[in-house]
């Protein structure tokens, strides 16, 4: 209990300093942390290769160790130095992060400067596409095409109708924005998308979008 305290707290001081980047007050609930990882859920027995963007304090990292085994390998983006911390502390401490520590890689840096040796089978991201210049997120949707394998799976969230609600309340320059990245979303969605989960168990109410 105080440790999730601690986890909140942290996010909420980054939301403050951070509020593009960080896209949320705090971190996602347990249900969105349980159906944005539906898909590895459902992972084969072969070893698998599990990137995970803008992990935060770890809300769907606790959640994708579950799934992994020792052959596997998990490497966790994330660019915001105070998350790193957090991250490397539970990964050092709490004894359902510990087994997994050895197969584990956190990068310090933006998704889009991430350049690995092989693609993913699996990619699952809680980054805040919406608060981003419409070239960023371009850039970050070819990143995912990129670094997921032709066979791969990869699911993110986002706000439930926070594209049509951004849309509304802005004027000017920044709803040319959101309405820019409201197009780019619905493209890549158009080509790719899965099946779309509801979760209102999370404040704000999330979509996950699963996509292949
Ligand atoms: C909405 S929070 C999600 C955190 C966590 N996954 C959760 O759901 O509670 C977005 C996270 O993405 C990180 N982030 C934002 N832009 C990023 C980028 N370009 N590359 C890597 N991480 C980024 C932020 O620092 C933050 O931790």
């Not at 999730?4 to 951070?18: D, I, M, N, P, S």
């Not at 089978?121 to 997120?137: M, R």
Request: aromatic fraction near 12%.
């Amino acid at each position: 209990m105080i440790q999730k305290l601690r986890e909140t707290a942290v996010f909420f001081r980054e939301f403050c300093g951070r509020f593009q980047t960080t896209g949320s007050i705090v971190p996602s609930s347990r249900f969105l942390a349980k159906r944005i990882t539906r898909q590895l859920a459902e992972r084969g027995p072969e070893p698998i290769r599990v990137l995970e963007c803008g992990a935060g304090t770890g809300a769907f990292t606790g959640q994708i160790i579950e799934y992994l085994r020792p052959q596997d390998r998990f490497d966790l983006v994330e660019m915001n130095d105070s998350f790193v911390r957090t991250l490397e502390r539970r990964f050092a401490t709490e004894p359902r992060w510990q087994p997994a520590q050895g197969i584990s890689q956190i990068h310090q840096l933006p998704l889009q400067e991430f350049q690995p040796a092989e693609p993913y089978d699996y990619i699952i991201s809680g980054l805040p596409h919406i608060n981003f210049p419409v070239q960023l997120v371009q850039e970050i949707l070819d990143c995912y095409t990129r670094l997921l394998k032709p066979q791969g799976k990869m699911s993110y969230f986002e706000y439930m109708y926070i594209r049509p609600i951004r849309k509304m309340v802005t004027f000017g320059q920044e709803r040319r924005r959101v309405h820019d990245v409201d197009a780019a979303m619905k493209a890549f969605l158009q080509q790719h998308r899965v099946t779309r989960d509801s979760i209102l168990l999370n404040f704000p109410p999330a979509w996950v979008q699963h996509i292949r």
